[in-house]
């Protein structure tokens, strides 16, 4: 998954990987800096926890609509595209540990 977006995060990915210690390569982003920052740390707390992609995806789903509020959409993967319709300012995608995430809350 190197190289997976071609994307101008660096600065944010430099901040990131100085607070999990751990890379992130964002691929889009339409989220604030606080929920970003939750997201990713849910995520990496997740991927501790379970091996399979779709209880990682689960988790963080369930933990995104109980803190957040739902409908919250999990997908975790090493291929995938996609075309989504979410509220503004509750999207990102992003790669870690060799695994894409897409993380966004639907609309009503």
Not at 10 to 38: A, G, H, I, P, Y
Request: net charge neutral; hydrophobic share 35%; proline share 2%.
């Amino acid at each position: 998954m190197q190289n997976e977006c071609e994307t101008n995060f660096k600065t944010l990915e430099e901040e990131l990987k100085k607070e999990f210690k751990k890379d992130v390569q964002l691929c889009s982003l339409d989220m604030d800096m606080s929920m970003l920052r939750d997201v990713i740390k849910i995520t990496f707390s997740m991927l501790e926890k379970y091996n399979e992609e779709r209880e990682i995806a689960k988790a963080i789903k369930l933990t995104l609509d109980e803190k957040y509020m739902p409908p919250w959409h999990c997908i975790v993967g090493r291929k995938f595209s996609s075309k989504v319709t979410y509220e503004d300012g509750h999207s990102v995608h992003f790669v870690a540990e060799n695994k894409g995430f897409l993380l966004f809350r639907g609309k009503y």
